[in-house]
């Protein structure tokens, strides 16, 4: 299976994004799929989740109702909506796709967030 994230780039504070990963070689109506972030030297943090059917979604703490996830079966593909970006969400942004042992990550795409 292959993910590939795209939608990345510099933004100023205040500003918005839609982040979109397309998958490939899987079955991806049946996987939940998830988008991380990480910066140099940090974990990586769960960002967004939503289930297969995209009826669930769950966010982080610290961009509950700036970042909306979806998704759209038909395109095998998922968004990230994010708004009002912070300085603070600048990290590489990473798309997961999960379904019971089985796992897939994407290259990964740079948000920077700056004046």
């Known amino acids: 299976g292959q993910l590939v994230e795209s939608g990345g780039g510099l933004v100023q504070p205040g500003g918005s994004l839609r982040l979109s990963c397309v998958a490939s070689?899987?079955?991806?109506?049946?996987?939940?799929m998830n988008w991380y972030r990480q910066a140099p030297g940090k974990e990586r943090e769960l960002v967004a989740t939503?289930?297969?059917?995209?009826?669930?979604?769950t966010y982080a703490d610290s961009v509950k109702g700036r970042f909306t996830i979806s998704r759209d079966n038909a395109k095998n593909t998922v968004y990230l909506q994010m708004n009002n970006l912070k300085p603070e969400d600048t990290d590489v942004y990473y798309c997961?796709?999960?379904?019971?042992?089985?796992?897939?990550w994407g290259q990964g795409t740079q948000v920077t967030v700056s004046s």
């Open positions: 997961n796709a999960r379904f019971w042992a089985y796992s897939y």
């Open positions: 070689g899987f079955t991806f109506s049946s996987y939940g």
């Open positions: 939503i289930s297969s059917t995209g009826g669930r979604t």
